[in-house]
Structures are given as C-alpha cells and as structure tokens.
C-alpha cells in the first residue's frame, strides 16, 4: 500500500468547504421549519371532515415515502420546468426536502394525534372550544411532545439526504467535496473529511433538538 | 423530435429496473449477515464489542448513503482495489443496511421483558441457552415487520448507485432524460416504478405489524 | 320554568336501544343524583344534555336552547353547562392556571388579567390557591378532579354534569372532591351527577332518578326514594351498592 493520505492539501480549499458546509445548515434550517409545518398540515388533513383532504394526505404520504429522494429532486428539478414550473436550484432542492420531510413527518404527528386520550377532546368540546382550538390548544402540543424525537431523527435523516441535492449544483458540502476532489484528485480525503463534518452537524442537531425539547416541554412549576 | 416512443422508455426503464432489485437484494442479503453479526456483538455483554458496534452504527447513521458510496468507490481504489461501480455500490448498501438491520435487531431482543432472561436462568439455561431457545425465536417474530419496512430504505437507497455511473433505474431515468428531453414524463414513470416496487412492501410491513400487535394482545 | 327538561328522550348505538323515552326535568338549583346498574344509559344521558351525544327521538331544552351536536349549539351551550368526568381530564401540557384560563379566554373573550384573577378564584373555591403554576401530573387524582370542577366553574355555568367524577379516586380522596360538590350545592348551583356515592345522593341530594334498562325507573325526593323504595329493581340496587 504505496498511499499516503494527504489531508494537509484540503487545507487550501477551507473556504470552498466552510461555504458548502454553511449552504447545508441553511438549507436544513429552511427544510426543517417548513417540513414540520407541512407535517403538521398534513397531519391536521388527515383527520379533517373533508375526505378529498384526508385522502389526499394519504396519498402524499405513501407517494413520497415509497420513492427514492433522489427522483423527487429530478422531477421537481427538471420535470417541473418542462411544464413551466421554473425555478432555481436552490428552490428545487428546499422544495424537495420539505415535501420529502413533510410526508414522513406527517405520519409520525400523526400517530401521535392517534394516542390523544378521546377524554381531552370531550372535555375541550364541553368547554365551548372550536375543532380548530382543539387541533391547535389541545391535540397538538402533547401530540407532538410525544413524537418528539421521531421528529428529531427524522430531520437528521433530511439533513444527511440533503447531500444529494449536490446533484443538481446546489453549492452545499458534498458538493464543495465533489468540487475539491475534482481540483485536487484527493478523493478519499475529500469525502471523509465531508463525511465527518456531517457526523458533526448531525450531532449538534440532536444536541440543539434535545435542548429545545428540553426547554419546551418542561412540566417544572411555571411562576407567574 | 426523439425517436423514443412511450413504450421504449418504459421497457428500458424497466430493463434498468432489474439492476435496482438485483441490487437491493444483494444489500439486503449482505446487510442482514454483517448485521446479524453486530447485533450478536451488540448483545453480548462485552464492553469493547459493544463500542465497536455503536461507533459503527453512529458513522453509518450519522453520515448521508452518498459519502459512503463515495467513499467505498474511491477508498477502496486507494487500496489498491480496483472497483467498479457496482462493487462500490454493494458494498456501501451493504454497510448502511447493516447498521440499521442491527439497530432494528438489538431493540427487538432489547424489547423483550426481562422476566424472560430471569425465568430462563432460574431454569437453569446458559447465556447461549437462553438466547438460541428463549430470546431470538420471540424476537425474530417481531423483528420481521421492521425488517421488511426497511427493506423499502434500501430499495430507495440503491438510487444513489446511480450518481456514481451504476446504471440502474434512475441513471437508466437521467440517460433517457437526456436522449428524450422529456422529463416530466421519463421521471413520472421511474418515480411510479420504484412506487410499484415499495408500496408492496410497506403494506407488508404495516399488514404484519398490525397482525403481530393482534396476536400480541391476544396473548 | 325547568332549566333542563329531557322530554321523550330515545338513543340508538346501532341497533342497541340505550335510551328509551327518558323524560326529565330540573329546576335552578336542584341536585339531582342518578343512580343505576352499569350500562343503564347515564353516562349516555348525561352526555346527550350537553350535546357530546346525539339523540334520535325527543328532545332537551337546557337554559332555553335546543341541545344538538352541532359544534356552533355546543360551543353556545358550553356558556350554560360545564361537565366533569371520571378521568379528570386536564390537559397534560398546560399548567392548572391555565387549563383554567383557556376557555374563558378563548370563548368568552376575557382579558388575561381578568381571565387570572377568575382562575385564582375558583381555585380557592376548590382550595388549590397553592397550584396555580404547577402541571397536572404533579397533582393527586383528588387534587386534578377538583382543578377540572374549577375549570368547569370559571365559565359560569348554570347546570354541572358530574359523570361518576369519584369512581376514579382512591378512597381518602373521595372526601374531598365531595365537599367541593357540597359546598357548590348550598351556593345554589344546579348539578345533575351520575353517582355511587348513596349517602352523598341522600344528604346533599334533593332528587334520586333511578335508572333501569334505558328508562327512568323510580324517581323522586332523595331521602324518600333512598329509604323506602317502590321498586324491587331499586329495593335490590340499594341492597347491592350499600
Ligand atoms: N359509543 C358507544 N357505542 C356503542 N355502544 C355504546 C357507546 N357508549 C355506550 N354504549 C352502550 O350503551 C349502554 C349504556 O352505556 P352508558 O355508558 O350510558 O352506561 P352507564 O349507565 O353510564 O354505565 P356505567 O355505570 O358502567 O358507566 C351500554 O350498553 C354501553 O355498552
Ligand atoms: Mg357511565
């Protein structure tokens, strides 16, 4: 094994990687927000009274999670456009990432809104409330407590998927690596160096989540 | 203009689409044997096993498929090994797969109650005893339902096989994307074949999970 | 003029008959107990009277509005009648201020400053003028009953519905939960409960309505109907649950 791994030579591309790494962050913050808000409209159309609504939710669901991220992206991508739907890449990618995180987190609120005691509903009826006040006061907060930290590997799990949105020249960290690599022909240090700083990024999120949690959902004694 | 009628696309994409399960396969065979390992390692109350083990489940699932395709492709050249595509591809599927195979595993046989384990010893059953009569049949049964729905992750997952020139169902999609200039269509029907090749599985997967939940009240 | 009146009430799950004609009438400021064998329909009646539960046949005038389903009559009705059940109900990730607090401010528009010194109030009421802050599952089933009696009560309801509300409980809680209702009775407050509780129903009661296979069985002053039944299917209820 004449190979000697080279990382010094990475060094001259800092910048190139830091900004890949930056467009990452960014794109997962943007994904992650709209993703669980698009959970949880989905989540809220699949107990709705109207059936298009709850069908169409299911249909979404199953449609997303049965095909691979990367076919999505194409089609968003270039499928899109060829029916006049343009937009940039960077769009195409966000797009793809909230559509693809808003299905499977559709499904986890949901079933967290499947173990609501039916007693709370009742006793939030009697107290006068509207099925929007319910869904929103009284369903939703515990729902999603519950589900908390499917959520969380959930957006984990997008945010490692968001490497392929390099694919279509989204100037994130894979794509920064692809970049390097292509420029220095250091492939493997390239990649694992890009690899590493996603273990890193997906080990402060659930740092970041679980502290969020923490602070939200705390039953400790409230002054008031 | 493109001289591809629908059908041509079609039965090209499907042609491609044998490579997909071909590769899914070979994935989910290899994953589940080094799987079946860590998870052996995973359970065997040894503490330095039991860290290999966690830090490999760790890499693989806290960094994307495509690095470690990636990786695979072009470390493995380093060493001296000349790889193709395809090797690359089952290697790396293999790996990934393995890490959540065990992972799935180990919280079946963790799941079990520990009277289990209790009323084995007080019968006098060994470690091994325990394990080959007591603990594995009763989690291979309530393994099989997540087993089968991750089954659809590395279905999904060979996709990225084509990113480093595997020519698969979606590579077959962008090279026939290319030659038709029809993407709205060409994709549409790669995204319902992979579509038709999931869907069934996941159905399996909640039908056996619902059954085992009946039984399981039952008992 | 009655506050509630049940007339010819009937109620169908499927084709099980679970209420068969029920009438009813309660005056402002009656407490009423009702009494009977698990699956006689209370539970079921006590629902239809605020519109948790559908009804086929007949009809419910409470405060002079026709009972329904309708979620705009039941968000009207809950101005009217406040309803407390076996299980508690509080809502887990709200603190018991505010679980008392949301109603009155989401329905009845109150301000927060009000809506607070409103919930403080019925508190002490309930006395709980200690837990304000603190979340329900830090609270004893006894002490959560009571914060869900206190919700109830900062809508100003005119009529309570009490499902059972200390089968629930363990037995040196019951005590507790039991003045609450007292006192509320000797304020005047109108309450309808469904109960086991046979010397709560004699002593603070003036109203038993026994309830036997869907139908108003025997009914009548408390103490009278209690001591001296006419019915055997009373006679032999009163001998199972003393
Ligand atoms: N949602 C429902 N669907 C079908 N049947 C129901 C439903 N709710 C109640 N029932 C049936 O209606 C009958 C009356 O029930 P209800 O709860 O009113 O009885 P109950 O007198 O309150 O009994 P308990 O003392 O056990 O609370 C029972 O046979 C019950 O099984
Ligand atoms: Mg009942």
């Known amino acids: 094994m004449g190979y000697e791994l080279n990382f010094g030579a990475l060094l001259e591309y800092q910048d190139v990687l830091l900004s890949g790494l930056w467009m990452t ?63 940039t890449e960077v769009e195409a990618g966000i797009l793809a990432l909230v559509i693809n995180l808003g299905a499977y987190l559709t499904e986890i609120i949901r079933a967290g809104i499947d173990n609501t005691p039916k007693g709370q509903i009742e006793a939030a009826r009697t107290l006068g409330l509207s099925s929007r006040q319910i869904f929103i006061r009284i369903i939703l907060p515990p729902a999603f407590q519950r589900v908390y930290s499917s959520v ?3 957006c984990i799990i997008v945010m490692l998927g968001s490497a392929v949105v390099s694919q279509i020249s989204v100037q994130e960290l894979t794509f920064a690596a692809n970049f390097i690599q292509s420029r220095n022909f250091l492939s493997f240090e390239s990649y694992l160096v890009a690899a590493l700083l996603y273990l890193l990024l997906a080990f402060l999120m659930r740092l970041i989540f679980n502290l969020i949690g923490s602070r939200a959902f705390s039953r400790e004694e409230k002054q008031s | 203009m493109s001289q591809f009628t629908d059908w041509d696309i079609l039965r090209n994409l499907l042609l491609a689409a044998r490579w997909t399960i071909l590769l899914s396969l070979l994935a989910f065979a290899g994953g589940s044997i080094v799987g079946l390992l860590l998870t052996f390692m995973r359970i065997s109350r040894r503490k330095p096993l039991i860290w290999i083990t966690r830090i490999y489940i760790e890499i693989f699932q806290g960094t994307p498929l495509l690095m470690q395709l990636f990786i695979a492709f072009f470390g493995l050249g380093l060493l001296g090994i000349d790889v193709s595509a395809w090797t690359a591809a089952a290697l790396a599927l293999t790996l990934f797969s393995s890490a959540f195979l065990s992972d799935i595993w180990r919280g079946c046989v963790e799941s079990l109650p520990k009277g289990q384990w209790e009323a084995s010893r007080c019968l006098g059953l060994n470690y091994l005893q325990t394990m080959r009569y007591v603990i594995l049949p009763q989690a291979l049964r309530i393994a099989i339902p997540p087993t089968v729905g991750f089954s659809v992750q590395i279905v999904k997952g060979t996709a990225l096989a084509s990113i480093i020139g595997f020519v698969e169902l979606t590579k077959a999609g962008t090279m026939l994307n290319n030659a038709t200039f029809e993407p709205f269509k060409v994709f549409a029907m790669v995204a319902l074949i992979y579509f038709l090749l999931c869907y069934p599985l996941s159905r399996a997967s909640q039908y056996l999970e619902e059954k085992l939940n009946v039984a399981g009240k039952r008992a | ?26 005056k402002a400021g009656e407490v009423v107990s009702i009494i009977g064998r698990s699956g006689s329909g209370k539970s079921t009646l006590l629902r239809c009277m605020n519109g948790l539960e559908s009804y086929d046949q007949g009809a419910i005038i409470l405060d002079g509005m026709e009972v329904s389903t309708d979620e705009f009559q039941v968000r009207k009705l809950s101005q009217s009648v406040g309803m407390v059940f076996q299980s508690f109900n509080l809502f887990p990730h709200l603190t018991v201020g505010e679980n008392i607090m949301l109603a009155p401010t989401l329905i009845k528009k109150t301000n927060k400053a009000e809506a607070k010194k409103l919930a403080q109030e019925v508190l002490e009421k309930v006395g709980l003028g200690d837990k304000f802050g603190q979340y329900p599952e830090k609270l004893s089933g006894g002490q959560q009953q ?3 009696i206190a919700r109830s009560l900062a809508m100003k309801p005119k009529v309570l519905l009490c499902d059972e509300i200390t089968s629930a409980l363990d037995p040196e809680l019951v005590g507790d939960v039991l003045k609450v209702l007292e006192q509320l ?7 309808i409960l469904v109960t086991h509780e046979m010397n709560f129903a004699r002593d603070v009661g003036d109203r038993v309505v026994f309830m036997h296979q869907g139908k108003v069985h ?21 001998g199972a649950v003393l």
């Open chain 1, 152 to 154: 969380v590997s959930q």
């Open chain 1, 25 to 87: 962050v960014k794109l997962t913050v943007v994904s992650t927000l709209l993703g669980i808000m698009l959970g949880i409209l989905g989540a809220a159309a699949r107990r709705h009274r109207n059936p298009f609504l709850r069908h169409g939710s299911k249909a979404y669901v199953e449609l997303i999670r049965n095909t691979p991220f990367i076919v999505q992206l194409f089609f968003i991508f270039f499928g899109l456009p060829a029916i006049g739907i343009k937009m």
């Open chain 3, 146 to 148: 009571r914060v869900a």
């Open chain 3, 1 to 26: 003029m009655s506050l509630v009146s049940v007339r010819d009430v009937h109620k169908y799950f499927g084709d099980l008959h679970v209420l068969k004609g029920i009438d009813l009438d309660v």
């Open chain 3, 218 to 238: 025997e009914t009548g002053d408390a103490k009278t109907v209690l001591a001296d039944p006419q019915t055997p299917e009373l006679r032999q209820f009163i």
């Open chain 3, 185 to 191: 009775a000797a304020e005047g407050m109108t309450l």
